[in-house]
């Protein structure tokens, strides 16, 4: 893998179409499975917390398993990395984390890592755990950010391991990747989130309009996801607590004045905890 750092800006890269297949699973959990090529079999799979439905959607889709690529160690992104590896001999990419002792080639921030037809710029995003990476995926047509649990659509993970200071630094970072960026998380959860954030902000019209459309796509049994981060700018209370109007929401909601952004995170998310 070649070494990078990361500045908010990416290198040029190849002309890649990478197609990705969503498969919902668990409870909540979508596992999003990448075929760079599609003159070629060979697949990723990204956060197997359930082994059946990535071999199902392998042989659905008539793809071979090339790899597999982790975010961070929590059971439902890793339980079904033993069984995978019991039918396709791959390696398996992810954080230096003894939580996960699969791993054969261990990430960090600023890594590049280089597939056939396929290249993730490494992010860290300590917070939700403190193993958390992201993925960024660039090419000529688009840009793909795979989060796992560290931004969600409409919100953001909790805070299990990592510090309120870690992981707004770490929602910064993401706020930082093209509006036109793809979001790619891990669970289904926008619209209980979207309810959450018009408690905080119920005169943002443009976060009205999406809980709308959310509410119509899963009504119709259909996912919300991705989203782009032009779209999490502007409706997702979590990549905005530098702004007056959502600093003025939560110190109303704690009853006292709050001094840095991270202390207006550490509310905020406490409040969604508590809903």
């Known amino acids: 893998m070649t070494l990078f750092r990361y500045s908010g800006k990416f290198k040029e890269r190849p002309k890649i179409v990478l197609t990705v297949y969503s498969i919902p699973a668990l409870e909540s959990n979508y596992f999003w499975l990448l075929q760079p090529n599609p003159e070629n079999p060979a697949a990723y799979i990204l956060d197997p917390g359930d082994a059946e439905p990535v071999l199902a959607a392998l042989s659905q889709l008539c793809l071979q398993l090339a790899g597999i690529v982790i975010t961070h160690h929590h059971w439902d992104h890793t339980d079904g990395i033993d069984a995978l590896l019991a039918r396709h001999k791959v390696p398996v990419y992810g954080p230096d984390s003894a939580r996960i002792p699969q791993i054969t080639h261990p990430l960090h921030e600023g890594d590049t890592l280089k597939l056939p037809d396929l290249q993730l710029d490494v992010i860290a995003v300590p917070g ?20 796992g649990d560290a931004l969600f659509a409409g919100g953001c993970g909790r805070m ?36 959450f954030a018009l408690k905080v902000e119920p005169d943002n019209h443009l976060l009205q309009k999406r809980l709308f459309e959310v509410q119509a796509l899963r009504k119709a049994q259909k996912s919300t996801i991705p989203s782009t981060i032009e779209i999490e700018k502007q409706t997702n209370p979590f990549l905005r607590c530098q702004l007056a109007s959502i600093k003025q929401a939560v110190e109303r909601h704690a009853g006292h004045q709050l001094n840095a952004d991270h202390e207006v995170f550490a509310i905020l998310r406490a409040w969604k905890d508590s809903n």
């Open 128 to 147: 939700h755990t403190l193993d958390h990476i992201a993925y960024v995926h660039q090419s000529n047509h688009s840009t793909k950010l795979f989060c």
């Open 160 to 195: 299990f391991e990592g510090s309120p200071a870690q992981m707004w630094d770490s929602l910064k970072k993401l706020r930082e990747l093209p509006d036109a960026t793809e979001v790619f998380c891990s669970h289904e959860y926008t619209q209980a989130n979207l309810e």
